[in-house]
């Protein structure tokens, strides 16, 4: 089992304690040092307020903070979880993402989604309606324009005629691509253009907000990812994409810490339905506290399960 790590930036009303680049670093290099996989952060660039008082949060730029993290690492693999493709002109989310893995020497994950909520698509003058087909076309690009040769290609709300970017990322022939989200249409882009799907634990109560299928537990989970096979087997794709999970009862984004022995339990559980990398948000008052427990993790849980 792998395990990335959520970066805790969105404690933005305390910046010192842990939006500074020295923040980040020292965070991003005790991850490493207790046998963490990766580090990930959100994207959330302009956040409502409705989204805040249901219990969202805000977020630092993903490519800048993981750049960050780049720089005080040399093995930590640096995840986008999630970019919202439809933010952004996907010539600019490849430039961003190829400069990462380049600067990183080839360490880049990029998780991404189709985006939940409405609002943030109105602020940043995104076409919510056809989010979906925003973020197929987005992916689809951003491969034909790593693949080295010059692209032409019409999209909704882009036209590139020739087109070329350098440098090429360093993990050819692109960085892992995971699709987050729970539905049948997540299931689909994930069989179809990456290499990992990403859902989410989500209760029923929760679905309308985050407008994805609720997840309530590991046989839910299990269920799904029965369904990502079958699909796997009907396009004819020869290999299953990686799972990647948040532990349900275990997330600590708001909580405090489990037991070591309740939370190898759950990667056991995990494991034994094709979970390959889980995600965690650690809880900590203080960054120092947040690196005591991610010291605890490592040698408690990740040393006993990897």
């Not at 380049?102 to 880049?108: C, D, E, L």
């Amino acid at each position: 089992m792998k395990f990335s790590m959520g970066l805790p930036t969105h404690h933005v009303a305390d910046v010192e304690q842990w939006c500074t680049a020295a923040a980040i670093a020292e965070m991003s290099a005790a991850a490493e040092a207790a046998g963490a996989d990766a580090v990930f952060v959100t994207d959330h660039p302009a956040p409502d307020t409705t989204f805040m008082r249901k219990g969202g949060h805000h977020a630092l730029d993903p490519f800048v903070t993981l750049t960050v993290a780049a720089t005080a690492t040399s093995r930590l693999r640096l995840h986008t979880n999630l970019v919202i493709m439809a933010y952004r002109n996907p010539f600019i989310t490849a430039k961003a993402l190829a400069t990462l893995d380049v600067v990183s020497g080839g360490r880049t994950i990029i998780g991404t989604g189709a985006g939940y909520l409405e609002a943030e698509f109105a602020a940043v003058g995104a076409d919510f309606a056809r989010r979906n087909a925003v973020t197929d076309e987005s992916i689809l690009a951003i491969r034909a324009l790593w693949s080295g040769e010059p692209v032409t290609v019409e999209g909704l709300h882009f036209r590139a005629v020739e087109t070329v970017s350098l440098p090429l990322p360093v993990q050819q022939p692109h960085p892992p691509i995971w699709i987050g989200g729970n539905s049948d249409r997540a299931i689909r882009r994930t069989v179809e253009l990456a290499d990992g799907w990403n859902p989410m634990p989500s209760p029923a109560r929760a679905s309308r907000l985050l407008r994805t299928p609720p997840i309530e537990s590991v046989a839910d989970l299990d269920r799904r990812i029965g369904d990502l096979r079958i699909a796997c087997e009907k396009a004819g794709r020869t290999d299953v994409p990686e799972v990647i999970f948040t532990p349900i009862g275990v997330d600590m984004f708001r909580g405090e810490l489990p037991s070591a022995e309740a939370f190898i339990e759950d990667m056991g559980a995990l494991a034994a339905i094709g979970v390959t990398t889980v995600t965690v948000n650690l809880p900590g008052a203080t960054r120092a506290e947040w690196i005591d427990n991610m010291a605890w993790l490592g040698a408690e849980v990740i040393a006993k399960v990897s």
